[in-house]
């Protein structure tokens, strides 16, 4: 297993259009997490999910932002409507639902709105 | 509501030199702090986590250091080398699962 992967790397796309990114987890890993940073500051909280289950949603999540891990395997992030200032790398991050347990993250998802 | 504090917000030292990254935290009933490190447009890599009942971990030149009581969480990079050149990112886990990030220290170590 060669780790979190996220595709795509980079997403540019106009304003008002709608983007999906997908992040594929270490396989073993029951636990998903999505992150959003902006330049300059830390990863902040978006979602996650243990298993298929969506557990936690953050308050600052629009409508706008829905995820899905439909088969407890892999999960998509969907941004509706986009704004300029959903411009932000989006991370992935999976984990065993454990106490005292390793995240790992993925390289981002760099995502641009012009 | 956790927060976490990470202070300098940047750091530039010569290549050699001992230093120590901090880490605070304002909700001591966490289950463990992780240090990550991130290089430029890149994601996070894990360096160290340090359960709640730890008092410190190490691997190779980093040691991680954890006070709970005062919450507080030290890095230190023994004989820093330019490729050590990143941000570093303390984590801490609580109840609620998700970990919360401080907003990094982006240290340069010149050659």
């Known amino acids: 297993d060669t780790g979190v992967s996220q595709d795509p790397r980079h997403k540019i796309t106009k304003r008002g259009q709608n983007v999906t990114f997908r992040c594929d987890p270490i396989?073993?890993?029951?636990?998903l997490y999505w992150y959003r940073q902006t330049l300059g500051q830390g990863p902040e909280f978006l979602t996650y999910f243990q298993n298929e289950a969506q557990l936690e949603k953050s308050r600052l999540l629009s409508d706008r932002f829905s995820a899905e891990r439909p088969k407890g395997s892999f999960s998509t992030l969907e941004i509706q409507r986009t704004e300029q200032g959903d411009s932000a790398m989006y991370l992935c991050?999976?984990?065993?639902?454990?106490?005292?347990?390793?995240?790992?993250f993925g390289q981002g998802t760099r995502l641009t709105v012009v | 509501k956790q927060e976490v504090t990470q202070i300098p917000a940047a750091l530039s030292v010569p290549e050699g030199e001992n230093l120590v990254l901090n880490c605070s935290f304002t909700d001591s009933a966490i289950y463990n702090l992780q240090w990550f490190r991130q290089d430029p447009g890149k994601g996070l890599t894990s360096l160290l986590l340090i359960q709640s009942s730890q008092r410190e971990q190490t691997s190779g030149r980093l040691n991680a250091s954890l006070d709970k009581s005062s919450g507080r969480s030290t890095l230190y990079i023994a004989a820093s080398q330019p490729g050590d050149s990143a941000t570093y990112l303390c984590a801490a886990q609580g109840g609620s699962e998700k970990l919360v990030f401080g907003k990094g220290t982006k240290l340069t170590v010149n050659p």
């Open positions: 991050a999976s984990s065993l639902a454990q106490i005292n347990t390793e995240a790992f």
């Open positions: 396989s073993e890993h029951n636990r």
